[in-house]
């Protein structure tokens, strides 16, 4: 059975990175507002709604994990050579970029061996190093992949009830995490609950749903994606409701009940979890309408700079903290000068153009050159040697 590509996937891959980074530019523009001020809970706002990302990328992961194995012949291990080795070596490179990188903007950097070698094990362990908590969830995912695969084709004709119970168990997850875990200290916890506690949002648990809906869309992908065609409209107008809904739950948190900042625009709680769904399939479904019409005249300048972007999207993932560093230096500084209130949020969509493309420049180049294109997840070869034609005459 042939390998079907999703080009619709390419378009959320595209999108969603640029909202990642939307919500890390934009979170930097908003620590140098006053709380509770006008424009900060607006750009908090802002940021709550985008955050649906995390959980878009993990949806993305279990629907193409799907699609691609569901229904062939699966192999254990040749699963996993593939996928941990497009995905180890980025995560072991940036790891040691990452630490070698702040080297030279942290005071006090230690470079001694130890040290070093003591923040590389911690690093990997944990998945502390910037964002790459997802790589290491996406490693977690690999390796329960082959016991899940076999539960959900023994169960199919289940895949409802299982959707709804991976539903409500995710609800009481965030419930647990945003109204019990953020208000326990850990340190009389025992050893391996505290460690759990400590790096739940690295833990593969706490997506649990994201990747069961992934699984599921892919294992009915013709019949739901004939539904959203009859229902286009009530996506629609469920993406608009869910951010109303999601925005008044916001100023809820911070003007009524004075939660913190940190409480409010909380990736890890319940209401996140329907309109994350909502925002996801949302993306999803402009991806298909895009696929549909991207061999268009019109919509071929378009299509490239999808392919590009979405080719681009995971070392895009891995290079962002490198110009989002400079940009966040660059705007101290201006800041530092006094700049105007009208310059300072003027800049911020430039700032994200910058970090999104600067990012998606580094990761096409250096994605084209042989062997270095695995520590941006690419896999490209050495281009074979034509052999050379022999004259007839030369032979005779």
């Excluded at 790891?95 to 070698?117: A, Q």
């Excluded at 593969?204 to 994606?225: D, K, M, N, P, S």
């Excluded at 608009?240 to 909380?266: P, T």
Aim: net charge positive.
């Amino acid at each position: 059975m042939a390998k079907r590509h999703l080009y619709e996937v390419d378009l959320m891959r595209a999108f969603i990175m640029l909202s990642v980074l939307s919500v890390h530019t934009t979170s930097f523009f908003n620590s140098m507002n006053t709380d509770m001020t006008g424009g900060f809970l607006t750009l908090g706002a802002l940021i709550t709604s985008l955050h649906y990302t995390r959980e878009g990328f993990m949806f993305m992961t279990g629907l193409v994990l799907f699609v691609t194995y569901y229904r062939k012949e699966f192999r254990t291990v040749s699963f996993f050579k593939k996928r941990f080795l497009l995905i180890v070596i980025p995560y072991i490179v940036f790891n040691m970029l990452y630490i070698l990188f702040e080297g030279f903007y942290v005071r006090n950097f230690s470079w001694t061996p130890d040290y070093l070698w003591h923040q590389l094990v911690q690093s990997l362990v944990t998945g502390d190093q910037f964002f790459l908590y997802y790589i290491l969830v996406s490693m977690q995912l690999y390796l329960v992949f082959p016991l899940l695969l076999r539960g959900m084709r023994k169960f199919e004709r289940w895949h409802l009830h299982i959707f709804i119970g991976s539903f409500v168990l995710q609800l009481a997850l965030m419930a647990f995490n945003k109204f019990v875990l953020m208000h326990v200290s850990v340190v009389h916890l025992p050893p391996v609950i505290k460690q759990l506690d400590l790096y739940r949002d690295t833990f593969v648990l706490t997506y649990q749903f994201w990747f069961v809906a992934g699984a599921i869309v892919a294992a009915h992908y013709e019949r739901i994606l004939s539904f959203a065609d009859k229902h286009v409209r009530a996506l629609r107008m469920a993406l608009v409701i869910g951010l109303a809904v999601l925005w008044g739950h916001y100023l809820l948190d911070r003007l009524v009940l004075h939660e913190s900042e940190v409480l409010s625009e909380l990736v890890l709680q319940p209401i996140m979890i329907p309109y994350a769904l909502i925002a996801t399939v949302n993306m999803w479904y402009a991806g298909v309408q895009w696929a549909r019409r991207r061999e268009q005249k019109g919509w071929v300048p378009f299509s490239r700079f999808v392919q590009l972007a979405a080719n681009a999207s995971f070392g895009i993932f891995l290079l962002q903290p490198f110009p989002l560093h400079y940009m966040e230096e660059t705007i101290g500084w201006l800041h530092s000068l006094g700049a105007p209130l009208w310059l300072h949020y003027s800049l911020l969509p430039f700032c994200i153009l910058f970090v999104y493309f600067s990012g998606m420049v580094v990761a096409h180049y250096v994605g084209r050159v042989p062997i270095l294109a695995y520590i941006v997840g690419r896999k490209v070869n050495y281009p074979k040697r034509q052999p050379h034609p022999v004259s007839a005459t030369r032979t005779a």
